[in-house]
């Protein structure tokens, strides 16, 4: 029991420290390829007719390079859009809200492997890696919220994975089948996220 309290207390502490550390880029506005992504992208205006775009090779309605395949991605810029139009704080409390996600998922994979006397150990990789200046672009730079998609994506399906093999045997499959749905969330996210299997 006191254990649960424990993690509950942790994922507070990591949700205090992340939007602490990165309140201050809420006034930041659209730069680079945020324009071409977001602001002059017709196809995230409309959400309950655009969405099919982004699952072809039409990602923004602005002519790019092709090449890129980010459903998931383009679904959360439309999504943003459908709730605050083109008000950046937005797209930035959502980046600051999956750096945190990213985050929590470190800390209960980490309390997973190490297990007795892990709370301390395991809060301070995730605080690290929390505050640590190589996730800076990736959090403050709207575009690069492909990093933060995929970085969720990514853990929680490995989490899912590792947590099957000591869970009930009725959770089992669930636990197995929600791994692999979030893997492939993760590969439409980001191509980096072929890796996961390896």
């Known amino acids: ?20 550390l990165y309140s201050n880029t809420m006034n930041n506005g659209f730069i680079f390829d945020d324009y071409h992504m977001i602001v002059e992208n017709q196809y995230i205006r409309d959400l309950g007719d655009s969405w099919r775009f982004f699952f072809t090779d039409k990602i923004t309605s602005v002519e790019i390079p092709k090449g890129m395949y980010r459903p998931i ?14 008000v950046s704080s937005g797209y930035h409390i959502m980046n600051i809200f999956l ?31 929390i505050a640590h200046p190589i996730n800076t672009q990736a959090v403050n730079y709207i575009s690069c919220r492909s990093t933060l998609l995929v970085s969720v ?19 089992r499959l669930r ?8 893997y492939l969330c993760a590969l439409l996210s980001k191509e980096n996220a072929v890796t996961l299997p390896l």
């Open 73 to 86: 991605l383009m679904l959360s810029f439309s999504l943003n859009y459908c709730l605050g139009g083109l």
């Open 175 to 182: 636990l197995y089948i929600g791994s692999i749905f979030m």
């Open 1 to 20: 029991m006191m254990t649960r309290y424990k993690n509950h207390i942790a994922v507070l502490i990591l949700a205090v420290a992340c939007f602490s």
């Open 99 to 129: 750096h945190f996600l990213n985050g929590a998922f470190l800390y209960l994979i980490l309390i997973f492997f190490l297990k007795k006397n892990s709370f301390w150990p395991s809060l301070m990789c995730a605080l690290l890696f």
């Open 153 to 171: 994506f990514y853990l929680s399906s490995f989490y899912l994975y590792i947590k099957k093999d000591t869970a009930e045997a009725g959770q």
